[in-house]
């Protein structure tokens, strides 16, 4: 459950509770406005029943004509007034025989209607008291009954609310609590830290991101690790040999030959060691943002010839073969930086086909760009190295005995990207790799009319 959906939840119960709580007391507060209602008029009906009693009984009594029609004057008016305040059938009943007995005897004036006429209105009084006193009770009983459903609304919201809040603590404020203390003991220095993999939708979603930025940072050291550890054993080899150069020179006199071949060897050894360093200088450029490029019209036949002249010099072991059109290949590049490009991937060709075999670099124009294409017949590349090869430090997990540093690739990229191309790598279809770089084409009237 994402921590959206908890919250709808946790709101939509506390509402209903509330709801029902809300209705609850509006249904009591009703049914006691009623039964006040019915207990006043009771209470009317009984005072109202008992002057029509007192009445009854002067009219009886009373010998002056004036006084017994006012008093017969008095009944009717009352008996008018009783029949505002009727709530009941039975009381009802009481009443009409009350009228009906009253006027029997104002009409007649005998003893027995009047005993009658008495005893009605006697009868309308104790239904009067009756009905009173059972809205009494049912008032009662509607106290306690509303009491008895505010306690338990109350419970049931209380209740609602602890277990919610007993949820939220295990379901949500725990396994945050506990990504926060992983990544506070990550910072601190623990890389095998990891966090658990539950929760709400968005915690989990969090934590399966730190678990995978956390494995990244873990890899991605191990690599510099174990760059240091190549680039120590790739600086021992040409330092040692430079002392054994340097010994050798101290023993005495050379020949100009063997002298001169100790100064090409010296040469090739320091080539090597600048190339390193430089690799690591433009690698943190390219990080940093900071290659930069003068881009100028040059024909990139001219700049893949020249690398390729250059490496064949330096194996025999390879067959070279530039596979060039005979229009010229026109970019907005900077020609050291694509030849420095160029030499890395034709380089990395010749390094990772330790069999020998053809190399080979072919060009060509597409809409709008000029593609190059380097191919081998090497070890190829994997899946799982593909995916992070332009990834500095990153080496072929089946060609860790091969020497480099890893940043080879990743420099090239960034002079490619800084040329406003790209670069991919795919498989051989006999075998080995092809790396495919795509650069804009540029405009054949920048490089002015032939001399």
């Known amino acids: 459950m994402s921590l959206r959906t908890a919250v709808a939840v946790i709101t939509t119960a506390i509402v209903l509770v509330s709801l029902a709580d809300s209705l609850t007391l509006v249904y009591a507060t009703t049914r006691l406005q009623r039964t006040t209602q019915e207990l006043g008029a009771g209470v009317e009906s009984v005072r109202l029943s008992h002057d029509i009693g007192i009445d009854l009984l002067l009219h009886g009594r009373s010998q002056d004509a004036v006084v017994r029609h006012d008093l017969a004057d008095s009944l009717r008016r009352r008996l008018a007034d009783a029949d505002v305040f009727v709530s009941s059938p039975g009381e009802r009943r009481r009443l009409d025989a009350a009228v009906r007995h009253v006027e029997a005897y104002l009409a007649s004036g005998t003893s027995d209607d009047h005993a009658a006429a008495y005893s009605s209105v006697l009868a309308l009084i104790d239904t009067n008291v009756t009905d009173a006193r059972h809205a009494v009770e049912r008032a009662a009983r509607l106290d306690r009954t509303s009491n008895l459903l505010g306690f338990a609304a109350i419970v049931i919201l209380l209740v609602t609310v602890g277990a919610l809040l007993l949820w939220l603590q295990r379901h949500v404020v725990r396994p945050m609590t506990a990504l926060a203390d992983i990544m506070s003991s990550f910072g601190e220095g623990r890389r095998d830290a990891r966090a658990k993999v539950q929760g709400p939708t968005e915690v989990v979603a969090i934590a399966t991101q730190f678990n995978a930025m956390a494995d990244s940072l873990e890899s991605e050291r ?3 690790i174990a760059l240091l550890g190549g680039v120590a054993h ?16 101290r023993i005495g006199a050379l020949s100009p030959e063997r002298s001169e071949a100790i100064a090409a060897r010296l040469d090739r050894l320091l080539g090597r060691v600048e190339r390193m360093v430089n690799d690591f200088l433009d690698a943190t450029r390219v990080e940093a943002g900071q290659l930069r490029v003068e881009l100028r019209p040059c024909d990139l036949r001219s700049v ?11 194996t025999s072991a390879h067959q070279l073969r530039a596979e060039l059109p005979d229009v010229p290949l026109l970019v907005q ?3 050291l930086r694509l030849e420095q490009a160029l030499s890395n991937l034709v380089g990395n060709a010749i390094k990772y086909s330790p069999n020998g075999g053809e190399v080979a670099v072919h060009a060509r124009h597409e809409p709008g760009a000029v593609v190059v294409e380097v191919r081998d017949q090497g070890i190829g590349i994997s899946d799982r190295d593909r ?12 060609a860790s005995a091969i020497p480099g540093t890893g940043l080879g690739l990743f420099v090239t990229r960034g002079i490619v990207e800084a040329h406003g191309g790209t670069i991919d790598v795919d498989g051989a279809p006999r075998g080995g ?7 804009p084409a540029g405009d054949s009237r920048e490089l002015g009319p032939p001399a």
């Open 222 to 224: 191990r690599s510099r």
């Open 387 to 398: 995916a992070s090869l332009f990834e500095p430090f990153r080496r072929l997990e089946s």
């Open 304 to 314: 893949i010839a020249e690398v390729v002249d250059q490496v064949r010099a330096s």
């Open 333 to 335: 590049g900077d020609a």
């Open 433 to 439: 790799t092809v790396v495919r770089l795509r650069l």
């Open 234 to 249: 790739d600086l021992r080899g040409p330092l040692s040999a430079m002392n054994l150069s340097v010994a050798s020179m």
